[in-house]
């Protein structure tokens, strides 16, 4: 592709596109634990592109209520060599917030919860276990971390140092507004929304924009509604599986990671290619 290289992330490449655009390109690699690991899944860059561009048309009137937007522009006005897997976009100031929405218990929430009680400051319930409902979804803002650091998991009072106190109001309204629909719509197809992390930038007039990859396998977690039960992790539709392999693989998280088997990368393609088909009830080609 003959335009500039902008940045490469952990699964993505960002190309100047021109006319304060950007052409987002998905590949197939797969991260875990801060690392991106040396064997590809194949068709999870387009199974992650489709099913952003899908979820960005169920999510517009929630941004139209609140009166933002998304980034998407045309995932089909892309060049040849990438479509399916590229998307064209608005460039947009992005806001150095990570912002998290949880419905239900599960990873590094457990471990503090089990710890505080809490998710930093948001007080929860005694009495939860892997994988409980939580009474109402929180907002659990993180830091953006740079490629191979770790995401740092912060409070709202540093949301509010970061990007101001009306706009830290504006994040965590929209985020959960946006995270009750995109539950709302997973529970319609048997899938149960945990949690998921929505990126915002600003567009050139100011206003509260929508970008990356939107309640994809990678930026989610969906478990299947009907095998639901507290108490132990929950089969999943995300790279779950990928991290329980490394977990039980001996990896220590430090080393390069290994090559993940045949059958590990099979399991996975099947992994994202169902969640793609369940949510929008059309068959992944």
Do not use: N
Request: net charge negative; glycine share 8%.
């Amino acid at each position: 592709m003959d335009l500039p290289l902008v940045a490469r992330g952990k699964v993505r490449e960002v190309y100047d596109a021109g006319d304060d655009r950007l052409l987002l390109v998905a590949s197939d690699r797969i991260s875990a634990y801060d690392h991106v690991l040396p064997t590809p899944i194949p068709d999870k860059g387009r199974v992650l592109t489709q099913l952003s561009v899908w979820w960005f048309e169920q999510l517009t009137p929630v941004l139209s209520a609140f009166g933002a937007t998304h980034h998407l522009v045309s995932a089909t006005d892309v060049p040849a060599g990438v479509a399916g897997r590229a998307m064209l976009v608005r460039r947009l100031d992005m806001l150095p917030v990570e912002c998290v929405a949880r419905g239900y218990l599960s990873g590094s929430g457990t471990v503090e919860y089990s710890r505080t009680g809490s998710i930093r400051d948001v007080t929860l319930p005694p009495g939860l276990v892997e994988g409980s409902r939580l009474p109402e979804p929180v907002f659990t803002p993180s830091t953006k971390a740079e490629v191979g650091e770790h995401d740092e998991a912060i409070d709202f009072a540093r949301v509010v140092s970061l990007v101001g106190a009306a706009r830290a109001e504006e994040l965590r309204e929209l985020t959960l507004a946006l995270y009750r629909r995109g539950a709302e719509v997973a529970a319609g197809a048997g899938i149960l929304l945990a949690d998921t992390k929505f990126e915002f930038g600003l567009g050139a007039d100011g206003g509260l924009v929508l970008g990356d990859e939107v309640l994809t396998p990678d930026s989610s977690r969906f478990w299947p509604a009907s095998s639901w039960a507290p108490g132990a992790p929950q089969p999943s539709f995300d790279k779950q599986y990928v991290r329980d392999w490394l977990t039980s693989s001996g990896w220590d998280r430090v080393s390069p990671p290994p090559e993940l088997p045949d059958d590990v990368v099979a399991a996975t393609r099947e992994r994202y290619v169902a969640a793609y088909e369940q949510l929008t009830g059309t068959s992944f080609r």
